[in-house]
């Protein structure tokens, strides 16, 4: 997406196409015009900014996690992050789109809280389709 492109009214459906952000403060007029600027800043900060993978190298696992609608950061594309670590990594793809974790916050955080316990395994509880 290219927001200096787009007037507002098309960023602001833009925004609501991705999710995560409440439509009701997007039809707000004095918070739109509050946040449409920053959220500009963001999407162009994005659509510009890339790191060389030889720039980007880590000596720690990594583990990302991903949705399995994402129309942003399609879950094929998780598996690159391998690139920049040769310590160890993990992808995890959950069911939703660009911000899965709202729908299924206990399932999301008992994840996430198994790979700061020391890895990639699944948590107890955590169903194995959003540990896998």
Do not use: N
Not at 22 to 43: H, M, T
Not at 73 to 85: F, G, K, M, S
């Amino acid at each position: 997406m290219y927001p200096e492109r787009l007037d507002d009214d098309q960023l602001v459906a833009a925004i609501k196409e991705r999710g995560g952000t409440d439509d009701g403060i997007l039809d707000e007029p004095e918070l739109r015009e509050i946040i449409i600027p920053s959220i500009r800043a963001d999407f162009a900060i994005d659509d510009v900014y890339r790191c060389p993978v030889e720039e980007a190298r880590v000596d720690c696992p990594v583990t990302v996690i991903g949705g399995d609608a994402d129309p942003v950061v399609p879950a094929a594309a998780l598996d690159r992050w391998a690139e920049i670590t040769e310590a160890g990594f993990a992808a995890h793809v959950l069911p939703g789109g660009h911000f899965y974790f709202q729908q299924q916050l206990p399932g999301f955080f008992a994840l996430l809280g198994s790979v700061l316990d020391g890895g990639a395994r699944p948590a107890p509880g955590v169903p194995a389709a959003l540990a896998a």
